[in-house]
């Protein structure tokens, strides 16, 4: 059973569009969650995270939404780069106990110039 | 500071046969842990560490045995190979509790044939 449900498997975006994947989550104990970026060949790294006091986090082009009723949240990447060409991968846990971390199956995104 | 680091990066096995995946870490980070990442199935937590001397079972750590003896290396063990582990396993470190400082090595191939 997956816990955290990331859609879609896999993107293509012409450059400067956006760029908008989705997760959505079960386990309502989950207050922290953090999305991370893979190059080919590399090991994820964070790129940005939220925790659910708030609606929405930016950090320069990339942006978390969140919607705690609707146990959703999403990341869109605004004037998408070909160098944004990665597998992103959302993730979920509980603050206060960050040792389990639940990885969605990841986005496959290529941007095109 | 060379961060996390993983051997081999690659390696092929016969069913049955053991191996060890080493991992290390010169960051002083009590956090240690191991995933695997599948096609389609994004990163599951194998089994993790918070120092020296304690660990824990992810969500799939059956076939898998771990250790920590030490606060710089965190080895993966299969004691008998399986094909339905052949997979990319990462390693990754940080503070507890402290995702931002998380950090994941650049992964092993594994391939039991």
């Known amino acids: 059973q997956q816990q955290v449900k990331q859609s879609p498997q896999s993107l293509i975006v012409q450059k400067g569009g956006i760029s908008i994947i989705n997760c959505a989550y079960e386990?309502?104990?989950?207050?922290?969650f953090p999305w991370y970026q893979q190059f080919p060949g590399k090991g994820p790294a964070l790129l940005i995270a939220?925790?659910?006091?708030?609606s929405e986090k930016k950090e320069g082009r990339f942006t978390i939404s969140f919607n705690k009723s609707a146990k959703q949240f999403s990341l869109h990447i605004m004037d998408s780069q070909p160098g944004d060409s990665a597998t992103y991968f959302c993730?979920?846990?509980?603050?206060?106990?960050?040792?389990?971390?639940?990885f969605g199956t990841g986005t496959r995104l290529q941007v095109f110039p | 500071n060379a961060g996390v680091t993983q051997t081999p990066k690659f390696q092929v096995l016969k069913t049955g046969q053991s191996m060890t995946l080493q991992c290390a870490q010169d960051?002083?980070?009590?956090?240690m842990s191991w995933y695997r990442q599948d096609p389609g199935m994004g990163l599951r937590l194998i089994h993790y560490?918070?120092?020296?001397?304690?660990?824990d079972q992810g969500e799939v750590p059956n076939g898998y045995n771990v250790s920590r003896s030490t606060t710089e290396d965190f080895p993966l063990r299969l004691l008998s190979a399986a094909p339905s582990q052949t997979s990319v396993y990462f390693c990754?470190?940080?503070?507890?509790?402290?995702?931002?400082?998380?950090?994941f090595g650049p992964g092993t191939r594994l391939l039991v044939l």
């Open positions: 939220i925790r659910p006091d708030v």
């Open positions: 386990n309502t104990a989950f207050d922290y």
């Open positions: 560490s918070v120092g020296a001397g304690i660990t």
């Open positions: 990754a470190s940080g503070h507890r509790g402290v995702l931002e400082t998380q950090y």
């Open positions: 993730a979920a846990a509980v603050f206060y106990n960050t040792d389990k971390l639940i």
């Open positions: 960051m002083n980070h009590e956090y």
